[in-house]
C-alpha cells in the first residue's frame, strides 16, 4: 500500500526545506537559469562597485571631501556580502568543506578586513581582496573555453612542480654563492655590509630588476655582476619553457560551468551526471 507522504507534517515540512534550500543553491551557485546569472551579476557589480569604493578612499583629496559617505558605503557592501556568505553556507550541504574551499576562503577575506578596521584603521583597504571573486565570472558569461584553458593551466603547474622546485632551489644556491663571494670581494666599504644583503643584490641583479641601491665599485666586482646578469637572461626563461613544455603534452578536455552542490567541486566533464571526487549528484 502506497504512503502518502503528505498526511505527516513532518515530512511535508522537511521537504519544503529541502525544495526551499535547493532553489536558492540554484540561484547563487548555478548560472544555468535567469535568476542565477542574474543573481550573478548583480553579485559581481557589487564586487566591482566595493573595490571602487575602497580605490576612491585611498586617494585624500576625496578622502578628505566624502571619506564619512565612502565609509558608509563600504559598510554597506560589508553587511550585504556578510549575509550573502551566510547564505552559501546554509545551502550547501557541507557547509565547513565550502568554507575551507578557494571560494568560501576568498568569500571570508573579502568581508574581514571591514570588521577588523574597528581595530585597526587601515586593514579596511585590504577588501580590495574582494577582487578575486570575479574569477566567477567566467562561469557566469558562459565562458566555457576560459575554464578549459584556466583548468590546463593549473594542471601544467602541477606537473611541472617538481621541476620548477628542482629550479628554484638551484637558484637559491647560485644567489647564495654569488652573494657570499660580492661580500668577499667588496665587503662593507662597497656597500655589502652582510651576506644576507649581498644575497639580496644577487637575488635583484639574477632577475635583472636592478634597482641599483647596491651596486660593485671594484673592478672583480663589476665583472662578477655583469656574469650574474648574463646568467639572469638565460635563467628566466627556464620555467618558462617547463610549463609550455607541459601546456603542449597535456591532452585538452571538454569541461562544464557545474558545481557539485555537496562538495563544491568543479571542472567536470560536460556528460558528468556525478561529482568526480565525492560521487554526490550534479
Known amino acids: 500500500m502506497r504512503t502518502n507522504l503528505k498526511s505527516y507534517p513532518q515530512f511535508e515540512r522537511k521537504d519544503e526545506s529541502a525544495t526551499w534550500r535547493q532553489k536558492l543553491h540554484t540561484i547563487i551557485f548555478e548560472a544555468d537559469t535567469p535568476a542565477g546569472k542574474l543573481y550573478d551579476v548583480i553579485l559581481i557589480g557589487s564586487i566591482l562597485l566595493s573595490v571602487l569604493v575602497v580605490l576612491v578612499d585611498s586617494v585624500q583629496v576625496i578622502r578628505e571631501s566624502y571619506g564619512p559617505w565612502l565609509i558608509k558605503l563600504e559598510w554597506i557592501f560589508t553587511i550585504v556580502f556578510s549575509i550573502e556568505y551566510m547564505l552559501r553556507l546554509i545551502v550547501v550541504r557541507r557547509p565547513v568543506m565550502y568554507a575551507s574551499s578557494f571560494f568560501g576562503l576568498i568569500d571570508l577575506f573579502a568581508i574581514l578586513p571591514t570588521y577588523l578596521s574597528l581595530i585597526h584603521p587601515v586593514t579596511r583597504y585590504l577588501t580590495v581582496i574582494r577582487i578575486l571573486r570575479l574569477l566567477r565570472i567566467f562561469r557566469v558569461l558562459k565562458l566555457v573555453q576560459y575554464l578549459k584553458e584556466a583548468h590546463d593551466l593549473v594542471e601544467a603547474l602541477k606537473a611541472s612542480r617538481r621541476k620548477i622546485t628542482v629550479f628554484l632551489f638551484t637558484v637559491l644556491t647560485l644567489v647564495v654563492i654569488f652573494g657570499s663571494l660580492m661580500y668577499v670581494v667588496e665587503g662593507e666599504a662597497g656597500g655589502f655590509s652582510s651576506i644576507p644583503h649581498s644575497i ?83
Do not use: N
Open 200 to 282: 639580496y643584490w644577487a637575488i635583484v641583479t639574477l632577475t635583472t630588476v636592478g634597482y641599483g641601491d647596491i651596486s660593485p665599485v671594484t673592478g672583480l666586482g663589476q665583472t662578477l655582476a655583469a656574469l650574474i646578469m648574463i646568467l639572469g637572461y638565460s635563467i628566466i626563461a627556464v620555467p618558462t619553457g617547463i610549463v609550455t613544455a607541459q601546456l603542449i603534452t597535456g591532452m585538452p578536455r571538454e569541461i562544464s560551468t557545474q558545481v557539485c552542490p555537496v562538495c563544491r567541486a568543479e571542472d567536470h566533464d560536460t556528460d558528468a551526471k556525478f561529482c568526480k571526487l565525492c560521487g554526490g549528484k550534479l
